[in-house]
């Protein structure tokens, strides 16, 4: 498995951005889909964002579509999330997670979920202040 830590989370007012970071060491970093997460209080944690081995294929929850941008690099074994144009509900700890069940041609939106990532972060809280 891959060991990721994320960072980059913080407070930050309504409209504003921030970009996520998520570093990861151990096995080969270019051979898994990398996702984000995130988890707001008494909900459950829901997918965000995900992105191909070769950052060809993304996919993102409807709600952050046109806001949030995920990317990688493959040669610093790292993935972002860009998140511009921020709103109170977007307030969570995103968490970062690495699965290698897919690939560029097999991952689709609905296979985007919790149990097909073995590998996490530990999370980074975002807070958007209206």
């Given at each position: 498995?891959v060991q990721l830590?994320?960072?980059?989370?913080?407070?930050?007012?309504?409209?504003?951005?921030?970009?996520?970071?998520?570093?990861?060491?151990?096995?080969?970093?270019?051979?898994?889909?990398?996702?984000?997460?995130?988890?707001?209080?008494?909900?459950?944690?829901?997918?965000?964002?995900?992105?191909?081995?070769?950052?060809?294929?993304?996919?993102?929850?409807?709600?952050?579509?046109?806001?949030?941008?995920?990317?990688?690099?493959?040669?610093?074994?790292?993935?972002?999330?860009?998140?511009?144009?921020?709103?109170?509900?977007?307030?969570?700890?995103?968490?970062?997670?690495?699965?290698?069940?897919?690939?560029?041609?097999?991952?689709?939106?609905?296979?985007?979920?919790?149990?097909?990532?073995?590998?996490?972060?530990?999370?980074?809280?975002?807070?958007?202040?209206s």
């Amino acid at each position: 498995q891959v060991q990721l830590v994320e960072s980059g989370g913080g407070l930050v007012q309504a409209g504003g951005s921030l970009r996520l970071s998520c570093a990861a060491s151990g096995q080969t970093f270019s051979s898994y889909v990398m996702g984000w997460f995130r988890q707001a209080p008494g909900k459950e944690r829901e997918f965000v964002a995900a992105l191909s081995q070769g950052g060809t294929i993304t996919h993102y929850r409807d709600s952050v579509k046109g806001r949030f941008t995920i990317s990688r690099d493959n040669a610093k074994n790292t993935v972002y999330l860009q998140m511009n144009s921020l709103k109170p509900e977007d307030t969570a700890v995103y968490y970062c997670a690495a699965s290698n069940l897919f690939t560029a041609a097999t991952m689709r939106p609905a296979t985007m979920t919790p149990p097909n990532f073995a590998s996490w972060g530990q999370g980074t809280q975002v807070t958007v202040s209206s």
